[in-house]
């Protein structure tokens, strides 16, 4: 669903500097990570670039980065990790709403779902899951999906941008530059393959912000022209490999600025022809082999459906990044905007398991979906405001497929009527680092010593 700036708070709806091909974000508020890459890559950033990459710390030869990306590709598979941000700060009494909570009628007594509307959750009979989240539930009985139904951090900080930033970068420090994820890439990944991150929109995911290695933004599989105004046909088709032309010639700058801005330019050639038989201006050339929920307003499900094809091609991917369909920041009208987004992001993701499975690689996938914060308990009329703990989900085969953390009951709300956290996430990115990728948590996880570890795979 597009999202309607007149339904949000004025911080999450106003303009802001965008920092160039990052999240835009208000005065005042955490740099996100991955600022400093804007000054030493280059950032091959226009209204019609579908293809973005952000460039390595350190300099490689031609041969290396012509080669990069076809040699990962030849080695072994590895874990791969999805990053799924429901922007805004979903409302996790909703998703799952406490039915059986004796306080919950009194806190929403507009907006609060009605008993047996949805499907019980199997884990705390107070609970009950959303009508539009009935895949989640279908994947949750399945074993395939783990819950934390109050996730959060400690001292919760409201503001979309901070909470946003602590969440992207593993730690609360509103300083740190790097993204956790990309600190995980400059261990498990390799200075001459840009797809081992992969960004699947228009802009880099702050998370994938690595300090060494490079990564990608890529619109969709099928989709990573670059539309010059005035220019088509076969002079368009090579404007990509004009750029990377234009890198190669410059790699051995003096100025290491420009070496590396040079170097960035040049990787754009190989993520290019790597996704090049996936598909073209827009039009893909795969099947996927189970059917996406068709959306006219968002390209969620056709992005989802490109990076399963991309992975069974056995393009290098480890993580990747997307944002849900819509914004989650419901102060008014709640209900219609919740439903609607909710709809299309769970069949789209029930959709993207099933397409995992039936190409035989859902046991090297988890995908991760998060926000920066739940909502408040009480509801404000039509919507509800800014809170504190929320709803997280793990969804895979190797998945635990059991709740971490406990519901902790709406009689036990902190003091600014909030959910309290059960479950710290820096624990849960401490399990994925160790247990997924094989990474010290201490490496990559700044801060975050004496937080638990929990169980999350089989």
């Not at 990570?33 to 973005?52: E, I, P, V």
């Not at 300090?211 to 890529?218: E, I, Y």
């Not at 790597?274 to 082999?289: E, F, M, N, S, V």
Request: with cysteine; charged share 20%.
């Amino acid at each position: 669903m597009r999202h309607d700036p007149r339904r949000c708070c004025a911080e999450h709806g106003r303009a802001a500097r965008a920092g160039a091909g990052l999240p835009a974000i208000e005065a005042g508020m955490p740099e996100p990570a991955g600022t400093g890459l804007s000054r030493r890559s280059l950032l091959l950033r226009s209204a019609g670039l579908a293809l973005s990459v952000y460039g390595a710390g350190r300099l490689l030869g031609v041969p290396a980065f012509e080669d990069g990306v076809a040699r990962a590709q030849a080695g072994p598979a590895g874990a791969v990790l999805l990053s799924v941000f429901l922007d805004g700060g979903v409302d996790s009494l909703s998703v799952l709403a406490p039915v059986g909570d004796p306080y919950y009628r009194p806190l929403r007594p507009t907006l609060g779902l009605d008993e047996g509307a949805g499907r019980p959750f199997a884990e705390d009979a107070r609970l009950m899951w959303h009508p539009a989240a009935g895949a989640l539930a279908d994947l949750h009985a399945e074993g395939k999906l783990t819950v934390l139904p109050a996730v959060g951090y400690t001292d919760p900080d409201q503001s979309h941008f901070t909470s946003r930033h602590y969440w992207e970068v593993g730690a609360l420090d509103a300083r740190l530059q790097t993204g956790w994820l990309g600190r995980v890439l400059d261990r498990v990944g390799a200075p001459d393959n840009p797809l081992q991150g992969l960004s699947l929109g228009y802009q880099l995911s702050p998370a994938l912000a690595a300090g060494r290695n490079p990564v990608a933004a890529v619109d969709r599989a099928e989709n990573v022209g670059f539309w010059t105004p005035g220019t088509w046909g076969p002079v368009g088709d090579g404007v990509v490999g004009g750029f990377s032309a234009i890198g190669r010639r410059h790699l051995g700058s003096r100025s290491p600025a420009m070496a590396q801005a040079a170097q960035a330019a040049a990787f754009t050639g190989a993520v290019s022809a790597a996704l090049a038989p996936l598909g073209k201006d827009g039009k893909p050339a795969y099947t996927p082999p189970v059917t996406y929920p068709a959306s006219d307003d968002d390209a969620f499900p056709q992005r989802l459906a490109g990076l399963a094809a991309m992975l069974a091609a056995g393009l290098p991917v480890r993580c990747a990044t997307i944002d849900a369909p819509g914004a989650y920041d419901t102060h008014a009208d709640q209900a219609k905007t919740l439903g609607e987004n909710l709809e299309l992001t769970c069949t789209s993701l029930l959709a993207f398991q099933r397409d995992l499975e039936a190409r035989g690689l859902a046991d090297r996938v988890l995908t991760l979906v998060w926000s920066e914060f739940g909502r408040r308990a009480k509801e404000n009329g039509s919507g509800t405001d800014h809170g504190a703990a929320g709803v997280g989900f793990l969804m895979g085969t190797r998945a635990s497929g059991r709740m971490i953390g406990e519901f902790p009951g709406l009689d036990r709300l902190d003091d600014r009527g909030n959910l309290r956290a059960t479950s710290d996430f820096r624990g849960l990115y401490g399990a994925l680092a160790g247990d997924w990728f094989g990474v010290d948590p201490a490496a990559v996880l700044p801060g975050s010593g004496g937080i638990g570890r929990p169980v999350i795979l089989k």
